[in-house]
Antibody, heavy 129, light 109 residues
Framework: EVQLVQSGAEVKKPGESLKISCKGS????????IGWVRQMPGKGLEWMGI????????RYSPSFQGQVTISADKSISTAYLQWSSLKASDTAMYYC??????????????????????WGKGTTVTVSS | SSELTQDPAVSVALGQTVRITCQGD??????ASWYQQKPGQAPVLVIY???NRPSGIPDRFSGSSSGNTASLTITGAQAEDEADYYC????????????FGGGTKLTVL
């Protein structure tokens, strides 16, 4: 069974650092992208970024570039999301998800789209003084 | 604001058919995918690509697309379908891998 198991809930103070994890199992971890998604309390899903554990190719949403760091350790099939200095506004649920790529063909080119077929249960991060 | 626009809320009578839409320029070129999220749970993929259902998703869920609008249709809505539904695709420039719609709260009456 394909699974993504995320680390447990965190309660931190503003200014502290944090690294949360997402461990994949049941599939070849290095062959699929892993994405991170934020969901603030009562709000929708926000795309943060994506990493390919095979070669650590990483792409960030402009909204999160410079705010977080996405990394992976393929030796232990684990992806990470980290903050160097948390803010109260980082309080949210964070999901990791396995990302697949599909495509369509038209107008003499391929159009690649991404979707998330397996999700972790989420890690709640609370930042409060 | 999101590049993919969804109605905030939609309701449907039990057993009836409901269509949830997602609008955006990128949908003229890229397929949308759809996720169901129930309270306190992680999202679940229900439709991806042209009209593909992952294993375990009931066949009452289907997807379609026309112009700049992608649609998720639930034919014969059940009480357990009450949830938030999100679409995702790429941004209109194709530079950003993933953007999400703002979500639609589906109420089954």
């Amino acid at each position: 069974e394909v699974q993504l198991v995320q680390s447990g809930a965190e309660v931190k103070k503003p200014g502290e650092s944090l690294k949360i994890s997402c461990k994949g199992s049941g599939y070849s971890f290095t062959s699929y992208w892993i994405g991170w998604v934020r969901q603030m309390p009562g709000k929708g899903l926000e795309w943060m970024g994506i990493i390919y554990p095979g070669d650590s190719d990483t792409r960030y949403s402009p909204s999160f570039q410079g705010q977080v760091t996405i990394s992976a350790d393929k030796s232990i099939s684990t992806a990470y999301l980290q903050w160097s200095s948390l803010k109260a506004s980082d309080t949210a649920m964070y999901y990791c998800a396995r990302v697949l790529r599909g495509y369509s063909y038209g107008r003499k080119r391929y159009y690649y789209y991404y979707y998330m077929d397996v999700w972790g249960k989420g890690t709640t991060v609370t930042v409060s003084s | 604001s999101s590049e993919l626009t969804q109605d905030p809320a939609v309701s449907v009578a039990l057993g009836q058919t409901v269509r949830i839409t997602c609008q955006g320029d990128s949908l003229r070129s890229y397929y949308a995918s759809w996720y169901q999220q129930k309270p306190g749970q992680a999202p679940v993929l229900v439709i991806y690509g042209k009209n593909n259902r992952p294993s375990g998703i009931p066949d009452r869920f289907s997807g379609s697309s026309s112009g700049n609008t992608a649609s998720l249709t639930i034919t014969g809505a059940q009480a357990e379908d009450e949830a938030d539904y999100y679409c995702n695709s790429r941004d209109s420039s194709g530079n950003l891998d993933v953007v999400f719609g703002g979500g639609t709260k589906l109420t089954v009456l």
